[in-house]
C-alpha cells in the first residue's frame, strides 16, 4: 500500500531533482525520492554493522553457541 507525502523544498533543490529526472536518471520525482530514501536506510544499516564490527574488534563482542543464547 502507498501512502502520498507532501514535502516542501527550496527552489533550487526542486530544480536540480527535476534536471535529474529529465537527464534520465530517474523514471519520477517519486522515484528520486524513493531512492534517496533507501540510501539512507542503507547507510544507517552500513553504519550499524560497522559499529558492530568495531566493538566485536574491540573484544565487546560475545558467541552465541545457539539461537537460545540471544535471549541472555
Known sequence: ??????????AKMARDIK???KRGGFA???EFMRS????WV???ILNDINRS???F???KGKRLQ???DLDK
Not at 1 to 10: A, D, K, T
Not at 36 to 39: C, E, H, K, P, S
Request: no cysteine; proline share 3%; hydrophobic share 40%.
Open 42 to 44: 542503507d547507510q544507517r
Open 36 to 39: 534517496l530514501i533507501r540510501f
Open 57 to 59: 574488534a574491540q573484544g
Open 1 to 10: 500500500m502507498r501512502e502520498v507525502v507532501n514535502i516542501s523544498l527550496p
Open 66 to 68: 545457539s539461537v537460545n
Open 53 to 55: 564490527e568495531a566493538e
Open 28 to 30: 519520477s520525482t517519486s
Open 19 to 21: 534536471k535529474e529526472v
